[in-house]
């Protein structure tokens, strides 16, 4: 009996579902059975999490945006006139405590006034928009040259051949003594500084990338492309560079400060802008360094190039490490 019950056929019609509903054609796919169930990965979005993980990075975010709002917006809305207090005397070289006594509790007298009577706050904003457009100039034609040529340097051997020469002769020339000859011959403006930084400097970056790719030219995938027929150039920018956005981020944290130090530098000693930039104002400056009282006009420009190189490279080398693939593990 036990045996007639377990072979016993069940009527479909009792269960209440159509033979359409009980039974379907399943069709055999080969791509559906090689797919895999996985969450969808999305490489910018496992870069900005991992970023954002970090609430030190959340701090360095704000502090760059105030100082974009600073740079950019703020000396367009006060429209700054160095010399509207020059015919007053008593504005000139005032401590902030002095200068919001005489002028007004306002946020342009924070940092008290300079030797023309003008507001050391405004200045130095005026000067930072002029120093960081600089240097981001720079460094887009810096990088945007230096990682093309790099790549296909890196993977050339011909071309590596050439271009190995061309970097012991320019290369042996100590870059900041390039600058300094170049803008004695010319005159030194800002798109003069511009081109001493750019007309060399992208051979330093193309060098550091070469040596990246040289690493990487010779795996499999690269091998059989150059197999396939695929061009030198197609293959330095589909399957090398994607590889290293990483390194490319980190790289350009470290270009963009560097270029607000060499302005600063060259005005510094005499031979930067003519324009107002951070540069030009510590040089003005520079007398009242060692003045009692004065040292606000001196320090203030320098605390605040400071505080945009700190934060610009923080923000950049934070960012290079979360682009690193083995971090959104």
């Not at 910018?44 to 970023?51: A, E, I, N, Q, Y």
């Not at 005026?126 to 945007?144: D, E, F, K, W």
């Not at 600063?264 to 003045?291: C, D, H, K, N, W």
Request: with cysteine; net charge negative.
């Amino acid at each position: 009996m036990s045996e007639m019950k377990k072979n016993k056929l069940v009527d479909l019609t009792d269960t209440g579902f159509t033979e359409e509903e009980l039974f379907s054609h399943v069709d055999h796919s080969v791509f559906i059975s090689e797919k895999i169930t996985a969450p969808r990965y999305s490489y910018w979005h496992s870069v900005f999490r991992v970023f954002f993980k970090r609430k030190l990075n959340i701090v360095i975010l704000f502090l760059l945006a105030v100082i974009i709002v600073f740079t950019y917006v703020y000396p367009a809305l006060t429209h700054y006139d160095p010399y509207e207090y020059l015919m007053d005397p008593t504005n000139k070289h005032l401590s902030p405590a002095d200068a919001m006594e005489k002028n007004g509790r306002e946020l342009k007298w924070i940092l008290g006034s300079g030797g023309a009577g003008e507001s050391t706050f405004d200045a130095v904003w005026n000067g930072a928009r002029i120093s960081i457009s600089l240097a981001l100039i720079c460094a887009a034609i810096n990088m945007t040259i230096g990682i093309i040529i790099g790549a296909i340097w890196g993977f050339s051997k011909r071309v590596d051949v050439f271009m190995l020469e061309v970097y012991n002769i320019i290369g042996n020339v100590p870059y900041i003594l390039f600058i300094s000859v170049l803008i004695m011959i010319l005159t030194a403006s800002f798109w003069t500084m511009v081109l001493a930084m750019t007309l060399t400097g992208w051979l330093f970056i193309a060098y550091f990338i070469r040596t990246q790719v040289i690493i990487i030219r010779d795996r499999e995938y690269n091998m059989a492309s150059r197999c396939l027929g695929t061009s030198t150039f197609k293959i330095a920018m589909k399957n090398i560079l994607p590889f290293m956005t990483s390194v490319i981020v980190t790289l350009l944290a470290t270009e963009i400060p560097s270029y607000i130090s060499y302005e600063v530098f060259l005005a510094y000693i005499g031979m930067g802008l003519q324009e107002l930039s951070l540069g030009r104002l510590i040089y003005q400056a520079e007398p009242a360094m060692v003045t009692p009282g004065w040292e606000f006009e001196f320090w203030s420009p320098v605390a605040i190039s400071a505080i945009i190189t700190v934060v610009l490279f923080v923000a950049g080398q934070n960012l290079g490490d979360a682009s690193d693939p083995r971090t959104h593990m």
